[in-house]
């Protein structure tokens, strides 16, 4: 953090509730210090890359998890910042349980879908010929 990032901290974080409600349009009863995590080795099942630079993600799963929605959106970030690109992205399930996570994430500002395929739906015909 540079000796700017200090100094704006320290003096937002002592005034007044009414000053803060001005500038943020919220009023702050409190402040967090906290280190957020950093996801570190997150490997990406497959990653491909189509003749038009196009990268398509494709998450095998087998269980179901109430966050993979957020966990794709991390994926797309995380690949974003790698290859200075989004990604397509699917998640495959390929699970015993029927098919119950959530597609969405949302949040202030924010709405993210993720593709959920279940293999049962797919069309058995091309998987059988390959």
Same mark, same amino acid.
């Given at each position: 953090?540079? #000796?700017?990032?200090? $100094?704006?901290? =320290?003096?937002?974080?002592?005034?007044?509730?009414?000053?803060?409600? @001005? %500038?943020?349009?919220?009023?702050?009863?409190?402040?967090?210090?906290?280190?957020?995590?950093?996801?570190?080795?997150?490997?990406?099942?497959?990653?491909?890359?189509?003749?038009?630079?196009?990268?398509?993600?494709? #998450?095998?799963?087998? $269980?179901?998890? =109430?966050?993979?929605?957020?966990?794709?959106?991390?994926?797309?970030? @995380? %690949?974003?910042?790698?290859?200075?690109?989004?990604?397509?992205?699917?998640?495959?399930?390929?699970?015993?349980?029927?098919?119950?996570?959530?597609?969405?994430?949302?949040?202030?500002?924010?709405?993210?879908?993720?593709?959920?395929?279940?293999?049962?739906?797919?069309?058995?015909?091309?998987?059988?010929?390959?």
């Amino acid at each position: 953090m540079n #000796e700017y990032d200090a $100094t704006l901290k =320290s003096v937002l974080t002592h005034l007044t509730s009414s000053v803060l409600a @001005a %500038i943020t349009g919220f009023q702050i009863t409190r402040w967090h210090n906290v280190e957020l995590p950093a996801v570190r080795h997150r490997r990406a099942d497959l990653l491909g890359e189509t003749s038009n630079r196009e990268l398509f993600h494709l #998450e095998l799963q087998s $269980t179901n998890r =109430s966050d993979m929605a957020r966990r794709m959106l991390e994926y797309s970030l @995380a %690949i974003r910042r790698k290859f200075r690109r989004y990604p397509e992205q699917a998640v495959l399930y390929v699970g015993n349980a029927p098919l119950c996570m959530k597609k969405r994430e949302t949040g202030p500002g924010l709405t993210y879908d993720s593709t959920i395929i279940d293999i049962r739906d797919l069309d058995t015909e091309p998987l059988l010929g390959a």
